[in-house]
């Protein structure tokens, strides 16, 4: 067995002392060191709303997303 498998859970320690990792948690580790999260977060002021820029880019990512699925036509039938 490998350092990690696709089941999805831990598994357990092996002889060696080494967790065997499921996939997401890889993913999760993965991901979480990309982002450095030992600073102080940075806040977008507009008037009375106070928002992290973590959360205004997860806003628009979802505004360009339902954009897209408004404005991208459905596949249609060629037949007819």
């Known amino acids: 067995m490998g350092l990690w498998s696709l089941s ?3 598994e357990g320690r092996d002889n060696q002392g080494t967790v065997a990792l499921g996939f997401g ?4 580790l993965l991901l979480a060191a990309l982002v450095n999260l030992n600073k102080r977060p940075y806040y977008i002021h507009w008037g009375v709303i106070q928002l992290s820029l ?9 505004v360009l997303v339902f954009a897209a699925a408004v404005l991208v036509p459905f596949p ?3 037949g007819e």
């Open 8 to 10: 999805g859970a831990i």
């Open 25 to 28: 948690e890889v993913v999760a």
């Open 76 to 78: 249609r039938d060629r």
């Open 54 to 62: 973590a959360n205004a880019i997860v806003i628009v990512l979802m």
